[in-house]
């Protein structure tokens, strides 16, 4: 770049290229939280301590998991937009650990299978539906 570029610029056009992974973790938090039962029937989530970090743990796993990943299996030289996908699969898979967790604590509490298959089923068409 030129040496006359001013300073905002080079932040801006260096961030372009990091949003659309961001952009990724956030989609993929959010099914996160949908799998672990936290987004309810109605499509609507309740913000709460546990929610909030359930999510920065699911953006966190996103970005640096990913970004190893890439590092890790040389997908330097793709696309961002493939990096975006690596860090939405990071994310949702992340987050389906913690709703893996949740749930079979669920579970053992005696709640039955077919009550956790329908809040998943219910939560997924509330946000599909919206």
């Known amino acids: 770049m030129p040496n006359n570029?001013?300073?905002?610029?080079?932040?801006?056009?260096?961030?372009?290229?990091f949003l659309p992974k961001v952009f990724a973790a956030v989609i993929g938090a959010i099914f996160g939280l949908m799998l672990s039962g936290d987004i309810g029937k109605d499509g609507k989530i309740q913000v709460n301590?546990?929610?909030i970090i359930k999510f920065t743990i699911a953006?966190?796993?996103?970005?640096?998991?990913?970004?190893?990943?890439?590092?890790?299996?040389?997908?330097?030289?793709?696309?961002?937009?493939?990096h975006g996908a690596i860090m939405l699969l990071w994310a949702?898979?992340?987050?389906?650990?913690?709703?893996?967790v949740y749930q079979s604590v669920a579970?053992?509490?005696g709640k039955p299978l077919s009550a956790v298959i329908k809040?998943?089923?219910?939560?997924a068409l509330a946000i599909i539906s919206k």
């Open 5 to 17: 570029t001013p300073f905002w610029d080079i932040i801006l056009l260096k961030l372009l290229a």
């Open 49 to 51: 301590m546990s929610v």
């Open 59 to 82: 953006v966190t796993v996103s970005l640096f998991g990913g970004a190893a990943h890439i590092e890790l299996m040389d997908y330097q030289k793709y696309s961002v937009m493939t």
């Open 92 to 100: 949702v898979f992340g987050m389906l650990a913690i709703g893996i």
């Open 107 to 109: 579970l053992m509490q």
């Open 119 to 123: 809040e998943i089923k219910d939560a």
